[in-house]
């Protein structure tokens, strides 16, 4: 492991525009003076390929109040206006000839001073009548209404525009069954809806286990100008109220995009409003989160201790907003309808990549986030000839994507010694017992309320505070780094019960007065036993989360499982995972929440506009390390095994590649230390060591279709 001196390396945190200046020798007597919206450490570094002697001669924010921006314009006009600065021309480069990079933006016989005056000049015309500049304001978004409105032509992405032309191919191949690999954020719905117009489909069903997800279709449909004039979003609902709607959709000539859940599709009787559903030929079928199965499936999904079996069940109940679907169950429903292709989804399909269900023409994406991370890097890079630096950062087709810095941690030394004990009593699923409430149903005494290990959870949450020091943790909520660029501003944490999230929502409020900073946040309890009655809807929650933020009032939202898959919440910026989970594909659906774009644009009265990224990092929090070894090792095996790269040697290549884009930070005897490649093989062989064959057993990954071959399956069942 690398020692860490300070995490000025890695933590950037929220970046708001800045003016920086820098001078060199290679154009003497010239400063140039610009604007960016990334870290200025990122933007110089970019310039010193052309100028690698450059010198940092200035930095400022370009702020005059919390939601009004200004850009380098506004700068230059003062500089060659007021100050009668002159900028370099082209013809003067003749006189430079070690300079191979021109840029109008370099102004002759300037120095800091004379940017600093045109700042204050700025501010001081804002404060007045703000008539001299421009200023670029804080767009006030609409109210959401019944039909979204219109939100312009989308763009596909590089990456996206792959898929759409290998869904081409494959259908033109006479391919029927295919899988969109694609990790979360990258915009699955749209792709996908992109390849249903590619090919002419009329009528696209979009099927899910989750019911939450409906809200994102029904916005990708009605806001994009690419489907809002030639689709119809049809729900149950609209379904229910009018049995013949997608034949009034046909009549106006119109596609229909008919979202419904596999529970809405249950049950042997034929629903009167899916019968117009079921006698038409479906162009597409979409199946959003295709592993849905898995959670019935023995791959990990589901841990075995009796209480807490149980109330895993109870995480997939109406009340907290999941549907719970058996996988027999769901093939079952969607056999009998008619379709012509099907076109499965999924950002975490580790089961089934492990399987022989898709062949590798079937498999139109297969896109992780480290891949997004590098070519939102390149885009920059390769910005950088443009010449004029005005092709505006935002415009990268990956702005905004944020970079995921991973915190492996060991609990409190008290919560370590209670851990030791129950593993020499044979407790595997530590996490889940030192979280475990008094009573995981709720009791009339308030017992769901308190924690068995109530001191040891305390003074693990005192040590993240930064109220109390552990060797092991490190109490990030009271880094300077982290506060100054606005980070952990609304937390999620995800627990092993329902009453988990009550009790920890009792612990918060009584030792607020106690807590550095955890008792300024607003506890939003969504999956306690109560909490169907208080958020009923996910729209609500979102809402609640929006609002704290528009007010500067930070959260923490309490959860299980809700809202951990297909719903996103832009403002969450930091998760601290504290149940147990030895699916890969639960952790990642859970942990990559964090990772959509949240970008504020900003206008000026002439309509032009700036953006603002409000979320450039995020931050995962893990307390048991040797899990998120092990989560990126299985995670790196699975991509080397379909990228038909075999071996210890591609392994740890991968591993190398996704930590230097999602570096895993930890704590060894008080310094924080930098995790490498080696280092994470070194753990998981140390810990398989560790374990008996049974349990390694337990974790092998199982190609289902091989129980299909009638000599396996006696074999097997022989040996049983």
Known sequence: MKEIETLDEWIIGRVEPHIYAFSTDRIPGYLKVGDTCRPVKTRLKEWRVHFPDLKQEFEAKA???????????????????????????????????????YSREFFKDTDRLDVQEAIDDIADSFSKDGRTYQFYHACTQLPRED??????????????????EAFKQAVASQRTNLLMYAVMRFGKSFTALCCAKEIGARMVLVVSAKADVAEEWKKTVQSADNFNRDYVFLSSEQMYRDSSVIREVRKNKKGAVIFLTLQDLQ????????KELFSSEIDLMIVDETHYGARAESYGAVIRTAGYEKDIRLKFSEDDGDDFVEAETAKEQLKALSVKIKLHLSGTPYRILMSSEFAQEDVISFCQFSDIVREQQEWDAQNTELGDEKQPEWENPYFGFPQMIRFAFTP?????????????????????????????????????????HEREVFELFAAIDGSREEEGIFSFLNDDRIKDGKM???????????????ALEALLLSHADSFLHLGEYRILNISGVDAPKRYRTVKKIKEEIKSA???DQKTITLTVNRMLTGSTVEQWDTMIFLKDTASPQEYDQAVFRLQNQYVTSYMDADGNEIKYNRKPQTLLVDFDPHR??????????IYTVNTDSFGNRSLKQRMEEEIAVSPIITVNRGKLKEVEAADILTAVSEYSDSRGVKEEAGDLPVDA?????????????KQA
């Open 549 to 551: 933020e528009e007010e």
């Open 63 to 101: 702020v005059v109040s919390q939601d009004v921006f200004f850009r380098d314009y506004s700068v230059h006009e003062y500089l060659t206006g007021s100050l009668g600065k002159r900028r370099l021309l082209p013809d003067d480069m003749k006189r430079y000839p070690r300079a191979k990079k």
């Open 488 to 502: 952990c501003r609304h937390i999620v944490c995800v627990l092993p019960y329902c009453a988990s999230c009550d």
């Open 267 to 274: 049950g042997t009787d034929l629903k009167e409003k899916h």
């Open 705 to 717: 279709a091989l129980f299909e071959i009638s000599t396996i399956r006696e074999e097997i069942k």
């Open 147 to 164: 039909v979204y409105p219109s939100a312009g032509f989308w763009t596909l992405r590089p990456n996206q525009k792959k898929a759409v």
């Open 412 to 452: 409190n030394q008290s919560a370590l010694a209670l851990l030791e004990r129950l593993k020499r009593n044979g407790v595997s699923y530590a996490l889940s017992k030192l979280f475990q409430p008094v009573s995981i149903t709720k009791k009339a005494d308030g017992s769901h309320k308190k924690f068995i």
């Open 628 to 637: 998120m070894f092990r989560m990126q090792e299985q995670k790196s095996l």
